[in-house]
């Protein structure tokens, strides 16, 4: 599957116990959506394409603002005014042309959540509002198929990993949206970044099999202390989107 090119470009990785040669291949196979390629996202995906995943389905609308490029690092000073989109694209391209770029001038929402999570095989979920994180949450949980949740405010970092039939979903941790969960909230770059990288990792692990990720477990840490704690998180039991936990 791999060429002797790809060998060479990912020779570093796949000397990771128990990556090698057929993990990598597991990695050109595979198919992943992140929904925003902003501060979060972007670096996700960013990551995703430098490590060969061989699909990155990457849903992000609208026009590149002056107040995105302090994180949003798939973005360029020209892009100003123009959509985000064809930023998110170039640079990817430009990174890893061996892999396939699927650039959606969109949101996730109820209306197109269950045909872009139709064509994958992991959701990352990078989004800031809860409408669009229910949504994907709603089509994954249906669909059985897996997504890791990010979020960030400030210092706070969050990340878990929705398997369905082994974990929660979203909607067991937040059967609402939160009154005071808002579109902006204060935010650098190296915040975002550190949970993007995590996030990323996470799906390198569910790819590969590697290490273990992050089922029924909360990663949270304040990186104004560099204190970081792992809670254990369960399924509701009166939850009605995520299905029945398996033996």
Not at 47 to 70: Q, R, W
Request: charged share 20%; net charge negative.
């Amino acid at each position: 599957m791999l060429t002797d090119f790809e060998r060479s470009r990912y020779e570093w990785q796949m000397w990771t116990d128990g990556v090698g040669e057929s993990g990598q291949e597991k990695l050109k196979q595979a198919r992943v959506l992140v929904s925003r390629c902003g501060g979060v996202g972007g670096v996700v995906a960013f990551e995703l394409a430098a490590a060969g995943v061989g699909t990155l389905v990457l849903a992000h609308a609208g026009n590149l603002k002056p107040s995105d490029l302090n994180r949003q690092l798939l973005m360029t000073h020209d892009y100003l005014g123009k959509p985000r989109r064809d930023s998110i694209e170039e640079r990817l391209r430009a990174l890893n042309p061996l892999i396939e770029i699927q650039a959606v001038g969109e949101n996730i929402s109820t209306d197109n959540a269950d045909d872009l999570i139709s064509q994958v095989d992991i959701v990352i979920d990078c989004a800031p509002l809860f409408p669009e994180r229910y949504a994907m949450n709603d089509a994954a949980m249906r669909r059985g198929i897996p997504m890791i949740e990010t979020a960030m405010f400030d210092s706070d970092i969050t990340l878990t990993t929705f398997v369905p039939g082994r974990t929660g979903c979203l909607r067991c941790l937040y059967p609402e949206a939160p009154p005071y969960w808002k579109r902006q909230f204060p935010v650098f770059g190296a915040v975002s970044g550190v949970v993007a990288c995590m996030a990323a990792y996470e799906a390198i692990k569910l790819i590969t099999g590697v290490g273990h990720v992050l089922e029924n477990i909360m990663l949270t840490a304040d990186l104004g202390t560099m204190q970081f704690r792992r809670m254990p998180i369960r399924r509701n039991p009166a939850c009605t989107t995520c299905p029945p936990l398996t033996a």
